[in-house]
């Protein structure tokens, strides 16, 4: 099923994870529209404007799924709103700061980036129709834990 001419409900599901514990990552009616709404508004865009294809690490993730990973109820992920993504060839800096500073999204976050390499890291970006908020922030291992820099840090 086609969410959007580049876009496909099979790539924004796929799980290692799901498959590997045999649980079920297929939306329910809600999510699948929030899906649609993502790659609409950012996903479909972002492809438009690099012509390139856009490797989709992470998008929906059912609560399970999401449980087992390690990560918290509240993800935009568990809603359908987000994804994790990458375009080989363009660095992830230049992904975030074109989606920053040309489309409308709740949350971006450049994460685990790393200057000088590339293709470190991916990023997230979450679109929640009623709060679009332009969060910016960029994801860092500090002693052995995640923070969460304000803005593009790159």
Known sequence: MNLTKNFTLSEMTKSETALRLGLDNQ???????????????????VRDHYGKGVKVNSALRTSPVNRAIGSGDSSHHVRGMAADIEIPGVANAELATYIRDNLD??????????????DSGWVHVSYVPEDLKKQVLTAVKQNGKTVYLPGLVA
Do not use: H, M, N, S
């Open 27 to 45: 939306p329910d009616e809600a999510q699948l529209a929030a899906l649609k709404t993502l790659a609409e508004k950012v996903l479909q865009p």
């Open 105 to 118: 999204f709740t949350q971006l976050i450049l994460e685990f980036y790393t200057v000088g390499i590339p």
